[in-house]
């Protein structure tokens, strides 16, 4: 399990900043085998604050989806927020906080999309239904949409897009794009864990979408696949192809280093609504899965699509 906060009165020497970072890529190496190889594709200074931006999500993540999800409160999450506070002052906790704040540093972090993703798993707190799909992509804009954003910031730009010194690097970042291979990501996830979500209580399909199609979420609970749950699951599918395809239209404002890395992570993670529908549509009893071999097979697309489009 990854290691949670400690009691902040237990003072020790903290690791240096080199090692922070190899703490850093070695949970992401454990964690997320598809993040892990898009990062290994970037250069050194950015592959390593992007572990460091992987692991305190990775933890923010845990407090409400990991195994000690059911003691943490609204509380902890205000602690979890004053501790982001200390962080971007400079003042790490611990080994990971170490390589963060050196991150923070080395990239101009903005502290916000960090604060928003906090308030995303609060929402894991106290909400288990949404009503609208408005509702739940503010959801996905907070604990997905946010992760787009920051790395955005440590990619960086493409150099043609800042070539003259009065152009303004923000009003060129393709901020809507970043949040929408967030948001796509999201979707995604949660059509792939949609059976492990209901066994937990938890139900993210907007409830319209299952008025929509005539499917109750006692049929959801029970993992009904019919006719009705096949349409619903392409509405669904859909709706998250749209967000890849605003998505890639991003890319190529992005630094050439990232391109590869965005586009794999990208291609990666939408097989895996390919997977579903050759499923049968099935994600109650089978686990969309892309396998290792296919995800080395999209690597050279992904490479071609970097150079080209
Ligand atoms: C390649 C690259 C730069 C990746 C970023 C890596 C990173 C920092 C990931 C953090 C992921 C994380 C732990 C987020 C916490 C909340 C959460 C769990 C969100 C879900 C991620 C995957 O979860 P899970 O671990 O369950 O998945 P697997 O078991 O590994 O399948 C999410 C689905 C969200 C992930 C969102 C992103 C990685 C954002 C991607 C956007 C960009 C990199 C912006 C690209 C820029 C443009 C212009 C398109
Ligand atoms: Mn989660």
């Not at 609208?132 to 997905?144: I, M, S, W």
């Not at 696949?225 to 190529?252: C, N, P």
């Not at 291609?267 to 109650?284: A, H, K, P, T």
């Amino acid at each position: 399990m990854l290691q949670l906060p400690e009691s902040s009165f237990c003072q020790r020497t903290l690791a240096s900043v080199e090692e922070a970072y190899e703490r850093c890529r070695a949970i992401t190496a454990e964690y997320s085998k598809t993040f892990y190889l898009g990062t290994i594709l970037m250069p050194p200074p950015k592959r390593r604050a992007i572990w460091a931006i992987y692991v305190w999500c990775r933890r923010t993540d845990e407090l409400v989806d990991g195994p000690a999800a059911s003691l943490t409160t609204n509380e902890t999450l205000d602690q979890w927020e004053e501790r982001l506070e200390k962080i971007f002052a400079g003042h790490p906790d611990d080994d990971f906080d170490v390589a963060l704040v050196d991150t923070i540093e080395q990239f101009s972090l903005d502290i916000q999309p960090f604060r928003d993703m906090i308030e995303g798993q609060r929402m894991d707190l106290y909400r288990s239904r949404y009503e609208t799909f408005e509702e739940l992509e503010l959801y996905c804009y907070r604990v997905a949409g946010t992760v787009g954003l920051m790395s955005t910031a440590v990619m960086g730009l493409d150099q043609r897009l800042q070539s003259a010194p009065w152009d303004d690097p923000a009003a060129k970042t393709p901020i809507d794009e970043a949040i929408a291979l967030g948001i796509a990501n999201q979707l995604t996830n949660i059509l792939r864990d949609v059976g492990e979500d209901a066994r937990r209580g938890r139900i993210y399909l907007p409830m319209e979408d299952l008025v929509r199609f005539d499917y109750t979420e006692d049929d959801l609970i029970k993992g009904v696949v019919d006719e009705r749950w096949k349409a619903l699951m392409q509405f669904q599918i859909e709706r998250a192809r749209k967000f890849y395809t605003l998505a890639e239209q991003g890319i190529s404002a992005l630094s050439e280093d990232a391109r590869l890395p965005v586009w794999s992570a990208l291609m990666l993670y939408s097989q895996i609504l390919d997977v579903i529908e050759r499923n049968g549509y099935d994600n109650f009893e089978q686990r969309a899965y892309v396998s290792g071999r296919k995800k080395m097979l999209s690597l050279p697309i992904a490479w071609l699509r970097a150079k080209v489009l």
